[in-house]
């Protein structure tokens, strides 16, 4: 995993001093990178049955796609407020600096559901928490969660006690 690290660029103080910002589109644009993401990431389920995988907006709609058609499963997209155009169902939730809402089809998800999240990045997890509720309340079974990477040190894990969770790289710095 070293070699996909070195294919990401670390750019400080973005967006704000003292953040250092792993950027991926540097890993995306190299087509042997991306395509070892995408196998590394359909491997950590591979023999689970997975009816559909989400895609957290809006990076993670770059990985969503292509596990869902990896594994067979259908796509759908967990949105900013009023950009689904059919009947939503929403959460919010609190960030550092504020707070946040996310939106997802009502009948995106149904009873039983079978269920992969996936985005670019766990950090503090109170994103993938909030879409984790929202998948939930709307009868879904969440087979797990699956990252690019993990920053460690943010503790975003701990919000997800008994969830099956991969991250593809991790940091712990």
Not at 38 to 54: L, P, Q, T, Y
Not at 56 to 82: N, Q, S, T
Not at 126 to 153: M, N, Y
Request: hydrophobic share 40%; glycine share 10%.
């Amino acid at each position: 995993m070293d070699e996909l690290k070195k294919k990401i660029r670390e750019v400080p103080d973005f967006p704000k001093p003292g953040i250092l910002f792993y950027d991926i589109t540097t890993l995306l644009k190299d087509a042997k990178g991306l395509k070892t993401v995408i196998n590394r990431m359909s491997e950590a389920f591979a023999g689970e049955k997975i009816d559909v995988v989400i895609g957290i907006e809006a990076r993670g709609f770059i990985f969503a796609p292509a596990l869902a058609y990896h594994i067979g499963a259908g796509f759908v997209p967990v949105r900013k407020p009023k950009k689904l155009p059919s009947a939503t169902e929403s959460v919010s939730y609190d960030l550092e600096y504020g707070s946040d809402t996310l939106e997802i089809h009502r009948d995106a998800i149904g009873e039983g559901h079978r269920v992969l999240i996936a985005d670019d990045l766990l950090a503090t997890g109170g994103t993938a928490r909030a879409v984790a509720d929202l998948v939930e309340k709307l009868g879904g079974e969440i087979v797990g969660l699956t990252f690019v990477i993990e920053l460690d040190f943010l503790g975003g894990r701990k919000k997800f006690d008994g969830y099956n969770i991969f991250s593809l790289l991790n940091y712990d710095k």
